[in-house]
């Protein structure tokens, strides 16, 4: 029984722990990256960052 105990616990904690870990990692950058970004465009007046990233999509869409 203790032979199939170490695999448990180090699949559990490699893989499950692991995954899940940054699972919510990356969905917090998320969510401030959406905030932000929902933010920023709801401002009456857009920051610059934000009109500078317009821009240079907009270039990149006319320039096939």
Known sequence: MSSLL???FGFFLGFA???G???AVMYS?????YRAAVR???????PERLLKQRAKL???????
Do not use: K, M, T, W
């Open 29 to 33: 950058i998320y969510l401030g990256g």
């Open 40 to 46: 920023d465009a709801a401002l009456p007046e857009a």
């Open 58 to 64: 907009a270039s990149a869409q006319s320039h096939p």
């Open 6 to 8: 170490a695999p448990f």
């Open 21 to 23: 870990c940054a699972l």
């Open 17 to 19: 722990f692991g995954v």
